[in-house]
Protein backbone atom coordinates (compact mmCIF):
# COMPACT_ATOMS: atom_id res chain seq x y z
CA UNK A 1 0.00 0.00 0.00
CA UNK A 2 1.52 2.92 -1.06
CA UNK A 3 0.88 6.84 0.70
CA UNK A 4 -1.82 7.93 -1.28
CA UNK A 5 -3.44 4.49 -1.13
CA UNK A 6 -3.26 4.93 2.31
CA UNK A 7 -4.70 8.74 2.64
CA UNK A 8 -7.43 7.45 0.31
CA UNK A 9 -8.57 4.71 2.24
CA UNK A 10 -8.48 7.54 5.52
CA UNK A 11 -10.55 9.70 3.45
CA UNK A 12 -13.42 6.88 3.00
CA UNK A 13 -13.01 6.56 6.80
CA UNK A 14 -13.93 10.36 7.08
CA UNK A 15 -16.82 9.92 5.11
CA UNK A 16 -18.41 7.97 7.69
CA UNK A 17 -16.77 9.32 10.92
CA UNK A 18 -16.74 12.60 12.43
CA UNK A 19 -13.06 12.52 13.23
CA UNK A 20 -9.64 14.42 13.52
CA UNK A 21 -6.24 13.98 12.64
CA UNK A 22 -3.74 14.29 15.89
CA UNK A 23 -0.60 12.83 14.12
CA UNK A 24 -0.11 12.24 10.43
CA UNK A 25 2.98 11.72 8.65
CA UNK A 26 6.53 11.95 11.04
CA UNK A 27 9.96 12.35 10.37
CA UNK A 28 12.49 10.34 12.12
CA UNK A 29 13.09 13.56 13.98
CA UNK A 30 9.61 14.42 14.86
CA UNK A 31 8.84 10.10 16.00
CA UNK A 32 11.76 10.36 17.77
CA UNK A 33 10.77 13.42 20.06
CA UNK A 34 6.93 11.93 20.17
CA UNK A 35 8.51 8.95 21.69
CA UNK A 36 6.83 7.13 18.63
CA UNK A 37 7.92 2.99 17.65
CA UNK A 38 11.60 3.24 16.00
CA UNK A 39 9.81 1.70 12.90
CA UNK A 40 6.41 3.61 13.06
CA UNK A 41 4.26 3.64 10.07
CA UNK A 42 4.06 6.98 10.71
CA UNK A 43 7.06 7.95 9.12
CA UNK A 44 6.51 5.77 6.14
CA UNK A 45 2.92 8.05 5.95
CA UNK A 46 0.76 4.73 6.13
CA UNK A 47 -0.59 5.09 9.63
CA UNK A 48 -2.59 8.28 11.48
CA UNK A 49 -3.62 8.86 15.02
CA UNK A 50 -7.44 10.35 14.94
CA UNK A 51 -10.08 11.23 17.10
CA UNK A 52 -13.67 11.21 17.54
CA UNK A 53 -15.67 14.30 17.88
CA UNK A 54 -16.67 13.89 21.51
CA UNK A 55 -20.71 14.53 20.65
CA UNK A 56 -20.15 11.84 17.77
CA UNK A 57 -21.83 8.68 18.32
CA UNK A 58 -20.28 5.33 16.63
CA UNK A 59 -20.02 1.79 17.16
CA UNK A 60 -16.51 0.59 17.87
CA UNK A 61 -17.19 -2.70 16.13
CA UNK A 62 -17.85 -1.00 12.96
CA UNK A 63 -14.87 1.31 13.42
CA UNK A 64 -12.88 -2.19 13.38
CA UNK A 65 -14.49 -3.59 10.53
CA UNK A 66 -14.48 -0.87 8.32
CA UNK A 67 -10.68 -0.38 8.70
CA UNK A 68 -10.04 -4.14 8.25
CA UNK A 69 -12.12 -3.90 5.24
CA UNK A 70 -10.23 -1.41 3.46
CA UNK A 71 -6.45 -3.36 4.69
CA UNK A 72 -6.01 -1.27 7.67
CA UNK A 73 -5.50 -1.99 11.37
CA UNK A 74 -6.76 0.03 13.91
CA UNK A 75 -5.36 0.18 17.69
CA UNK A 76 -6.72 2.23 20.55
CA UNK A 77 -4.54 3.39 22.09
CA UNK A 78 -6.57 5.21 25.35
CA UNK A 79 -6.56 8.78 23.99
CA UNK A 80 -6.96 7.98 20.32
CA UNK A 81 -7.06 5.55 17.38
CA UNK A 82 -4.20 4.49 16.10
CA UNK A 83 -4.62 3.54 12.08
CA UNK A 84 -2.27 2.07 9.88
CA UNK A 85 -1.80 0.09 6.94
CA UNK A 86 -2.14 -3.57 7.64
CA UNK A 87 0.83 -4.59 5.33
ZN1 LIG B 1 0.02 6.36 15.88
Known sequence: MTSIEFQEKMLMLRAKY???TTSGFR????NKK???HP???HM????EDVVMDS???F???DL???CTKLGLQMIYEGDHYHIEANL
Do not use: K, W
Request: no cysteine; aromatic share 12%; net charge negative.
Open 27 to 30: TVAH
Open 64 to 66: YSD
Open 55 to 57: NFV
Open 34 to 36: VGG
Open 44 to 47: LGLA
Open 59 to 61: NLN
Open 18 to 20: RMS
Open 39 to 41: ESF
